[in-house]
T-cell receptor, first 115, second 111 residues
Framework: DAGITQSPRHKVTETGTPVTLRCHQT?????MYWYRQDPGHGLRLIHY???????DKGEVSDGYSVSRSKTEDFLLTLESATSSQTSVYFC??????????????FGPGTRLTVT | EDQVTQSPEALRLQEGESSSLNCSYT??????LFWYRQDPGKGPEFLFT???AGEEKEKERLKATLTKKESFLHITAPKPEDSATYLC????????????FGKGTKLTVNP
């Protein structure tokens, strides 16, 4: 298994509170990604990082911010959580894009409930 | 915009009953098609990557094939432990550096 951990694994929080989810990898991969998975929508990309301090938006980035100060850590922050952000969040990693697109490896997920 | 449609949404098989899952895609310049398996409460597990039409990959009872418009995941003589949701994703030349996922096929194999 790829060395990816996510913390916390479960969290319940109230509307309007800030929340930070952490993804940690031991593979020294350059690319890291945050997805959310919701019934009827499948996996959707929130933000991704292509290096330390290099990040970009995905298709559902509103209400989320990210930071990457070290290769191994990628943080996802909900500045003011809303009920629509109740979801399961997955972190993924991949190697460099050489001549072929690399596969992504996923972490175990964080189940977030916003009440 | 890249799109992925998986069918059927759910499939029930008896142990040993072979079948196929379908992944139809629309993408501007395919740079890779990926198959994942996801068990309840867990993250997706990488199975295969296919890069060009005609390519095939095999792993145990699973075989993935690719044409210019779709991919099939063939399951031969499935066992109950093959029960899971199977996800298909494509990466196109659109330049947005992202995988586009289908909604998955939930496979149940009864003993």
């Amino acid at each position: 298994d790829a060395g990816i951990t996510q913390s916390p694994r479960h969290k319940v929080t109230e509307t309007g509170t800030p929340v930070t989810l952490r993804c940690h990898q031991t593979e020294n991969h350059r690319y890291m990604y945050w997805y959310r998975q919701d019934p009827g929508h499948g996996l959707r990309l929130i933000h991704y990082s292509y290096g330390v301090k290099d990040t970009d938006k995905g298709e559902v980035s509103d209400g989320y911010s990210v930071s990457r100060s070290k290769t191994e850590d990628f943080l996802l922050t909900l500045e003011s959580a809303t009920s629509s952000q109740t979801s399961v969040y997955f972190c993924a990693i991949s190697g460099d894009f050489g001549t072929r697109t690399p596969e992504q490896y996923f972490g175990p997920g964080t189940r977030l409930t916003v009440t | 915009e890249d799109q992925v449609t998986q069918s059927p949404e759910a499939l029930r098989l008896q142990e040993g009953e072979s079948s196929s899952l379908n992944c139809s895609y629309t993408v501007s310049g395919l740079r890779g098609l990926f198959w994942y398996r996801q068990d309840p409460g867990k993250g997706p597990e990488f199975l295969f990557t296919l890069y060009s039409a005609g390519e095939e990959k095999e792993k145990e009872r699973l075989k993935a094939t690719l044409t210019k418009k779709e991919s099939f995941l063939h399951i031969t003589a499935p066992k109950p432990e093959d029960s899971a949701t199977y996800l298909c994703a494509v990466y196109g030349q659109g330049g947005s550096e992202k995988l586009v996922f289908g909604k998955g096929t939930k496979l149940t194999v009864n003993p």
